[in-house]
């Protein structure tokens, strides 16, 4: 019996792919319509998606096959669906990432945010959670992680190895001057000033310390426990604070992660008419207040659980050791040094990425007119993000890496090679995450099938009775859900499954679609309790300070705390901001026969 169940738990993947469509095949043969036939399309997709038993990104090609194979949409019409305007702006966004991180510019800012900041716990939390928070906004939240991480963890080495040095050299004055018996009352009179300094600050797992002598004293050993145990705190704290961070600040973007671009795309499939009531200047104002709420709201509750909030001179040793805040300060200051001068190619890549949020903001900025609509946008939206990213992103593979020096030769005396461009197409397909585009275009087609099927239609009505319900309590249920459900399934996914739902939902009570397409959206990306959750999940646990009761206990509060302040920002500037109040004309779009 035991090898039998082995043996299910190995090939679980293939039982899943041959029997899942078998199961619910019953569902279009006994209802034969075209809604029952997308429903099975998406109800498949769903389940290879939340099992991952293939690819996500084969998974998003399945509605090229089966919905021409089902009557629902010729071909031609599935595959238009895989490069959208959303899908350019994507790439456009993702090109400027990877040139901003393959000239090291994004670690550039980083080691400068944090040499203002300073390295006090509590400032250095907060100075590693703004940097990547900011980094997020620009480029992967996995490469935020990966990168901020070993600089808090060389960071925290040389605050324990300072502080280790410190009492070692204090152990030392005082056996000198006191002789064995003065040594054992002075430690005992020091004990109250070192515990309390001790309690609120933490030592790596890792850490290799070796200062102490095998022969320590009791409370020499006793300090050493309490300093580990301290930075085994802090190094927790400053751990999920990484993660957490590059997850909230993705959502202050229209291009910081997938689940933005996904609602952007949806909107405009589902509701042709919307005026382009998502874009780049839009998503901005209003998540980027909200990013910063949540951004304090976690810290002050990482703070709370690592850290403590007593920061005397007396009570934290973390801030009355200015030994070790010099010595850490200086090993980042070490790192900065080492990157050397800004580039010509670092200054390139820096100001076409601060041109393109230029553009980016007043395309259309909303209180007045943007250059799109004055020179391009007359009488159509000729111009969308998505142009301008394209157009930037090209920049990159046009301008030198080098200022071209056409007067002068190579030492030797060969001739001059021209410069390679800022970005070339191995970098790019070595980086670029070709799978999101594919789950982009999978989303778009399952929308475009539900509404051409009439599915979306028959939803809209099967949900009309939860017009009883406060529109606040629907808003509020369904983020919890989705706050819920992205912690086992890829907020990807996530998304694509739930906003055409959404839509029909909003458009059969008469809300407006952003009311609950928006905030769901944003809540898609608070994966904080497990680390399976997401990449920078992953990344912070398997430096091996963290457990999973950790992450599960902060990453459940920041859930709770995230569904709220995400609703706090809907109710108030949210509402002006979109008109969230009343029910679009354009929404009406999918309840028409």
């Known amino acids: 019996m035991a090898f039998f169940i082995r043996w299910l738990w190995k090939y679980l993947n293939y039982l899943i792919i041959f029997f899942t469509p078998l199961l ?24 290879f998606w939340c099992t991952e038993c293939i690819p996500l990104a084969i998974t998003a090609l399945l509605p090229v096959i089966l919905f021409p194979m089902m009557g629902i949409m010729e071909s031609s019409e599935v595959c238009i669906q895989y490069l959208k305007d959303s899908n350019m702006l994507f790439i456009g966004g993702l090109l400027v990432a990877i040139a901003v991180e393959h000239w090291n510019l994004h670690k550039r800012i980083a080691l400068r945010v944090l040499l203002l900041i300073g390295v006090k716990p509590a400032l250095l939390m907060m100075g ?27 960071v925290l080495q040389q605050l324990s190895d300072t502080e280790a040095q410190a009492e070692v050299r204090e152990m030392d004055l005082v056996t000198s001057k006191a002789g064995p018996e003065g040594l054992e009352n002075q430690a005992f009179e020091m004990d109250d000033t070192t515990e309390d300094r001790a309690s609120k600050e933490f030592q790596p797992k890792d850490s290799s310390i070796t200062i102490l002598s095998t022969k320590e004293s009791p409370e020499a050993e006793q300090r050493r426990l309490k300093r ?18 590059s997850s909230i600040g993705g959502t202050a973007t229209l291009t910081g992660t997938t689940p933005n671009l996904i609602l952007k795309g949806q909107v405009d499939e589902l509701f042709p008419g919307n005026g382009d009531i998502i874009n780049f200047a839009s998503w901005f104002g209003f998540s980027f207040p909200n990013m910063v709420l949540m951004l304090a709201t976690s810290w002050l509750w990482l703070q709370f659980m690592y850290l403590g ?9 973390c ?33 076409l990425f601060v041109l393109l949020v230029l553009l980016w903001f007043t395309r259309e900025p909303g ?16 111009v969308t993000d998505g142009t301008v990213a394209i157009f930037m992103s090209t920049l990159f593979f046009i301008i030198p890496s080098q200022m071209p020096r056409c007067w002068k030769a190579n030492v030797d005396g060969s001739p001059l090679k021209p410069p390679p461009a800022l970005l070339n197409w191995d970098v790019v397909h070595e980086k670029m995450p070709w799978n999101i585009i594919l789950l982009l275009g999978g989303g778009f087609a399952l929308a475009r099938g539900s509404e051409t099927s009439g599915l979306s239609l028959w939803l809209g009505q099967s949900l009309a009775p939860l017009q009883s319900i406060p529109p606040f309590a629907i808003s509020i249920l369904l983020c919890m859900l989705v706050a819920a459900f992205t912690e086992c399934f890829s907020n990807t996914a996530t998304t694509t499954l739930f906003l055409p739902v959404l839509a029909s939902m909003a458009t059969a009570m008469k809300l407006h679609p952003l009311y609950v397409m928006l905030p769901c959206t944003i809540c898609a990306s608070l994966a904080f309790m497990l680390p399976v959750a997401t990449p920078p999940n992953a990344i912070a646990f398997s430096y091996g300070n963290l457990k999973v009761i950790d992450m599960a206990k902060a990453g459940f509060i920041l ?5 709220l302040t995400i609703n706090i920002a809907l109710h108030t500037w949210g509402m002006a901001m979109f008109d969230l109040h009343t029910f679009p004309d354009w929404a009406n779009v999918t309840t028409t026969p």
């Open 24 to 47: 619910i095949l019953p569902l279009p043969l006994i209802i034969p319509s075209l809604e029952s036939r997308c429903g099975y399309v998406i109800i498949l997709m769903a389940l």
């Open 128 to 154: 590693f959670m703004v940097t990547t928070a900011f980094l997020s906004m620009w480029i992967s939240n996995t490469a935020s992680t990966a990168m901020m991480l070993p600089i808090t963890s060389a």
């Open 228 to 245: 580990e145990q301290k930075y085994l705190n802090l190094s927790k704290g400053l751990s999920l604070s990484v993660c957490y961070a």
């Open 309 to 317: 909030f007593k920061y005397s001179e007396k009570s934290s040793g």
């Open 319 to 351: 801030v009355a050791n200015k030994d070790g805040d010099t010595e850490a300060y200086q090993v980042m200051k070490e790192e900065y040094k080492k990157l050397g001068s800004m580039s010509f190619a670092e200054v390139s890549v820096l100001v």
């Open 367 to 382: 209180f007045m007119p943007g250059w799109g609509s004055v020179l391009f946008n007359k009488d159509k939206p000729y």
């Open 559 to 563: 859930n709770i705390f995230g569904v």
